[in-house]
């Protein structure tokens, strides 16, 4: 995959004076630090700085002759745009950190891309396994992960008990209301009594894992198979590898854009 040019010149500006500039939760994000929101967030809690200067609301714009900081760190934008499909083993953990030393997904690939900042777009809990992105675009992340982008991920669900059909009827036509939140199943295919395969298009916080305790049914594998176009394929328990541009466009398009 070739570098990505960024050309200020061509971006959106709002007066003469904004030519060559960008707003700083955008180039937050484009130095690998997460999607645009999560930079956003990063500003509100005062720990980023412009040119020496504590930056707390989100909007400004900045240079590439600006020197940005977060908790005293330079950062820079990242010219090399990273996607990794990684085949997430149980026991490892979707962070960047974990006080109790457990394992972390980035551990897997860190030796090859240790030196980009890499985040997770989307999760898995800890006790499942399954497909996951890592990438340091934050356009591409806000795709996979917001529903409005109509990106469908499918898992297969191995449970101990029988699989009720029509409760899982009525979760994907009614949908289920669980302390106060709506889950809506989009589709599904039943493989055995105790083996259920479940597409859902915005899968909230351990969305399944929530309705089949509703449901009274204790779940014993959860994976994740399929994110939009992508498959595990290929990979093997632990593995990791790069997408394949068209992999990437099929992401991208879904905003007009494409990998350069």
């Not at 130095?31 to 989100?58: A, D, F, M, Q």
């Not at 009274?216 to 994976?223: Q, S, Y």
């Not at 328990?237 to 007009?256: C, I």
Request: with cysteine; glycine share 8%; charged share 30%.
């Amino acid at each position: 995959m070739r570098l990505m040019k960024i050309d200020f010149k061509s971006m959106k500006k709002e007066n003469d004076t904004n030519e060559h500039t960008i707003k700083l939760q955008k180039y937050l994000s484009m130095s690998g630090l997460g999607s645009r929101r999560k930079c956003e967030l990063i500003i509100s809690r005062g720990i980023v700085t412009v040119n020496n200067r504590t930056i707390v609301k989100p909007g400004i714009r900045v240079s590439l002759n600006d020197t940005v900081k977060v908790n005293n760190k330079a950062v820079k934008l990242e010219r090399e745009k990273i996607y990794l499909a990684v085949y997430k083993p149980t026991g490892y953990l979707c962070s960047n950190y974990d006080a109790f030393g457990r394992n972390l997904v980035k551990d897997l690939f860190f030796e090859q891309y240790g030196r980009y900042n890499l985040y997770h777009a989307g999760r898995l809990d800890y006790n499942s396994s399954g497909l996951i992105f890592y990438t340091n675009d934050g356009n591409f992340a806000n795709i996979v992960m917001h529903p409005s982008f109509g990106v469908k991920k499918m898992y297969i669900v191995k449970t101990v008990q029988k699989i009720d059909k029509d409760k899982i009827e009525h979760y994907r036509k009614e949908g289920l209301s669980i302390k106060g939140i709506k889950y809506i199943l989009d589709d599904y295919k039943i493989i055995s009594s105790k083996k259920i395969s479940l597409t859902l298009n915005e899968g909230k916080n351990r969305e399944i894992r929530k309705v089949f305790n509703h449901f009274g049914i204790k779940i014993e594998k959860l994976e994740r198979v399929r994110i939009g176009n992508t498959g595990l394929e290929g990979l093997k328990y632990g593995e990791y590898r790069r997408l394949t541009s068209a992999e990437v466009d099929w992401f991208l398009k879904k905003t007009g854009s494409k990998v350069k």
